[in-house]
């Protein structure tokens, strides 16, 4: 509290003395004055100065009278007097002081003695004001700490230089069983049991062990807390010296917390990582681990370890159309007979939604791989009831062997996952062991892929053109866009080859976009030349699983600035079926922006007429398969005749494909086919090739 902030009441009848006194005292403390004694009780209440300078001798009231006053009131009785009197002898100084006087200022005033003696008790006071505070953020300082000690959630035990417990906060008093009074003075050994959660031996407690290294220290990883009433605690935490500013140590102090739970959710989440949920078995991480480590342990003897694929087939089927509950029970079902076949020394892990995974790691001992996959083929094969229903089931399976055809874990699932795909296209229900064969497959697959990202990245696939002739006129009527893929030697690869990576890879879309583009830039090509070429180009049913497909191709070919009519878009039976509303909702957005829409290899999928009179379909293409044995079977000649009366009845223009001989185009010209395409008019020719025939030249086949 700094002088300016102090104020003092002075109380005179006099009005010389008032103003000597008030003269003395004003450079030291702010001064309030009163002349009227009964008014001097009121005054100091409201003013609360830090002293009072008092007049003995005044009317109404004496000085002694306002002390008794003064003394007497709570918020009053504190403030120090110093009294003024003419009197000097010793009855009025002892009545003053019994009445709680703190010092006397003589009459007549001595200014310079009068100032000092104020001065004093000024500091005195300020001193005493500030000791107060002091005390009292100790004592608030001492009360919080107290708080925060017994609120921590940890538990707080030190103690002194001995071991002996000097205090023990609520958490600590709840896990050792022993409350405040029990523990003080007790050796911290006898009040914290610690054991090694393991062997259950003593563990050095943590608070002496700071003490004897002078330094900060972890509690044991694995240290169990069994408190008096035998309850047991996993507890971990630290300990640390207590070092005055001396730096003489004085105990220790160590802070530790429950964390059963914690290790317990650990332990869960361990599993949890490790395992998949619906079956409990291993998952694919810890397949991965125990192949990694099968591996290791036979690197050295090159004793064989097998792993198994298993898959279960059309599982999307019955999945998707009986819902994932029971196909949830399916799989199930599924590990539980593996389990049974496989027994305890294979290691059996769900490694996907129907797929499973068999590490066979000493398949030398007794164990034949073929032989575990044909028991579990068995397994697969028996009905499982699904509301009073048996559905008959199969597994695929493919196997790869360490060290015959792998040389690391990532290798085996890669060559096993390619041998499950072998079986798969084998007819399923059967088993495949990698191969050298397979592993060509796999590398010309891998090559195919890398070529055919760069070419749609390089903008460099090639269209050619297979002319649709007019079967009345002979003319060339339009044309197929044929997707070819060449490399960079020159090789020209079919569309066999890589549409259906394509298509399994995602590629489908950016490929497709790339040839309706060149496309429509070839048909915009030949309108400079005043050939209003109409061309079809084919749609993978992926295309049309795209909901934004109908706004690209409107956007491609206003970029190119033709006619919509130009564009024929032709669609498979199978693509139409894949998402029927969905299919049905494109085509017709692609019908109003007035595209033809073809329907290509019609007979050969498994629609139904009232399917397809739902579909806005303007052109229906024979299948070559039909065309090419119909001179010589004829159910096929059947078959197309009836294509052709259907197409004409539901009034569609029909396109045959595949004609390779002069009776094949005089037989559909005689059944009524608008436009045939086939080698016996003209291969497939590239771009260029057709602009110079068909289109600068003007030539007609």
């Known amino acids: 509290m ?156 030190s103690i002194d230089a001995k071991g002996d417990v000097t205090f023990i906060n609520p958490v600590a008093q709840r896990l050792t069983g022993y409350n405040v009074q029990e523990a003080l003075g007790k050796p911290i050994d006898e009040v914290m049991n610690l054991r090694d959660a393991s062997n259950q031996e003593t563990l050095l407690n943590p608070a002496l062990y700071a003490l004897e290294v002078k330094r900060p220290v972890a509690m044991s990883y694995n240290a169990t807390l069994i408190s008096r009433t035998k309850e047991i605690f996993r507890v971990e935490d630290s300990a640390s010296p207590i070092i005055d500013d001396d730096g003489n140590i004085s105990g220790a102090v160590m802070v530790f917390q429950d964390v059963s739970e914690a290790v317990e959710m650990a332990v869960k989440m361990t599993h949890l990582t490790n395992h998949d949920q619906l079956t409990g078995l291993p998952n694919r991480v810890l397949l991965h681990d125990r192949v990694v480590q099968a591996i290791a342990r036979n690197f050295t003897s090159k004793q064989s370890i097998a792993l198994l694929l298993i898959d ?207 496309s429509c830039e070839f048909i915009a090509r030949c309108n400079e030349e005043g050939h209003h070429l109409k061309v079809a180009v084919n749609v993978a049913a992926k295309q049309l699983a795209n909901p934004g497909f109908a706004d690209e191709v409107a956007e491609i070919i206003r970029s190119a600035g033709i006619e919509a009519s130009s564009i024929e878009l032709e669609v498979t039976e199978s693509a139409l079926m894949h998402d029927f509303e969905q299919t049905r909702d494109i085509l017709n957005e692609l019908s109003s922006l007035g595209v033809t829409i073809a329907l290509d290899d019609f007979g050969t999928g498994y629609s139904s007429l009232s399917y397809l009179r739902q579909f806005p379909l303007n052109v229906l293409k024979i299948d070559r398969s039909f065309v090419i044995d119909m001179d010589e079977e004829q159910q096929a000649h059947d078959i197309v005749t009836a294509i052709v009366h259907l197409a004409l009845s539901l009034e569609l223009t029909i396109v045959a494909e595949g004609i390779e001989t002069q009776s094949h185009f005089n037989g559909l010209k005689a059944l009524g086919c608008h436009l045939g395409q086939g080698y016996f008019m003209c291969r497939p020719v590239a771009m260029e090739d057709f602009f110079n025939q068909f289109i600068s030249n003007e030539e007609v086949a």
């Open 312 to 518: 279960i087939d059309n599982f999307k089927y019955l999945n998707d159309s009986l819902g994932h509950q029971v196909g949830d029970f399916v799989i199930s079902v599924i590990a539980k007979r593996l389990s049974d076949t496989l027994g305890q020394d294979a290691t059996l892990a769900r490694v996907g939604g129907d797929e499973f995974a068999c590490l066979l790691s000493d398949i030398g001992s007794g164990y034949s791989a073929e032989s575990i996959a044909m028991a579990c083929l068995h397994s697969g094969r028996q009905p499982i009831e699904i509301d009073g229903k048996a559905h008959q089931l199969s597994l695929s399976i493919g196997i790869s062997l360490y060290p015959q055809d792998a040389v690391n874990a990532e290798e085996m699932m890669r060559h096993a996952d390619s041998a499950m795909y072998r079986s798969k296209s084998k007819g399923k229900d059967t088993f495949s062991f990698f191969s050298k064969d397979l592993q060509h497959a796999m590398h010309h697959r891998v090559e195919m892929d890398i070529k055919l990202r760069d070419a749609i990245e390089n903008n460099s696939l090639a269209i050619y053109l297979q002319p649709k002739y007019d079967f009345e006129n002979n003319e060339v009527a339009g044309a197929e866009s044929l997707v070819r893929m060449v490399d960079e030697s020159g090789k020209v690869f079919g569309p066999d080859e890589f549409i259906p990576l394509a298509e399994e890879t995602g590629l489908i879309h950016q490929l497709g976009k790339q040839v309706l583009q060149k």
């Open 2 to 157: 700094e002088n300016e902030t102090q104020k003092v009441v002075i109380i005179d009848d006099e009005p010389t003395t008032l103003l000597l006194l008030e003269s003395a005292v004003e450079s030291l403390a702010d001064v309030v004055t009163v002349s009227q004694s009964v008014e001097a009780f009121s005054v100091v209440r409201a003013q609360q100065p830090d002293l009072i300078i008092l007049d003995i001798s005044m009317p109404e009231l004496s000085g002694f009278d306002v002390c008794k006053q003064l003394k007497a009131c709570p918020t009053t009785a504190s403030i120090p007097v110093i009294f003024v009197t003419s009197h000097s002898d010793s009855e009025n100084e002892h009545i003053a002081l019994s009445l709680g006087a703190i010092d006397f200022i003589s009459k007549p005033i001595d200014i310079e003695m009068c100032r000092m003696r104020v001065r004093n008790h000024l500091t005195l006071q300020s001193q005493r004001a500030l000791l107060s505070k002091v005390n009292l953020e100790l004592e608030a300082e001492k009360k919080q700490l107290a708080i925060t000690l017994r609120s921590i959630a940890d538990g707080v035990i």
